[in-house]
């Protein structure tokens, strides 16, 4: 499955941004997906994940109650919602898909799209 991640820009401190990650491919609906950033000087970190049936949403502590995960397997695309902001947000951001969630909240991906920069000016 190929990756394609839109969305990003230029965002005040409080506002919000909306990712999008469009999927190629029949399988789509067969893999989990997931969300990830890496900051100028750090290394990637886990954001958020979704199962394939979007049953079950995990998200890393730093966002928890500010982000949220979603798809739409009729579109082959996964979204990630970002609300209030912060300047510490900046990162570009990489969309992901694995067979399970649990591979993506350990940081693996076997099908990795290209990052989207987000930018939060404080």
């Known amino acids: 499955v190929q990756l394609q991640a839109s969305g990003g820009g230029l965002v005040q401190a409080g506002g919000s941004l909306r990712l999008s990650c469009a999927a190629s491919?029949?399988?789509?609906?067969?893999?989990?997906m997931g969300w990830f950033r890496q900051a100028p000087g750090k290394e990637r970190e886990f954001v958020a994940a979704?199962?394939?049936?979007?049953?079950?949403?995990y998200y890393a502590d730093s966002v928890k109650g500010r982000f949220t995960i979603s798809r739409d397997n009729t579109k082959n695309t996964v979204y990630l919602r970002m609300n209030s902001l912060k300047p510490e947000d900046t990162a570009v951001y990489y969309c992901?898909?694995?067979?399970?969630?649990?591979?993506?909240?350990?940081?693996?991906?076997?099908?990795w799209g290209q990052g989207t920069q987000v930018t939060v000016s404080s």
């Open positions: 491919g029949r399988t789509f609906s067969t893999y989990a």
């Open positions: 992901a898909a694995d067979r399970a969630t649990t591979g993506l909240r350990s940081g693996v991906g076997s099908h």
């Open positions: 979704i199962s394939w049936s979007g049953d079950s949403t």
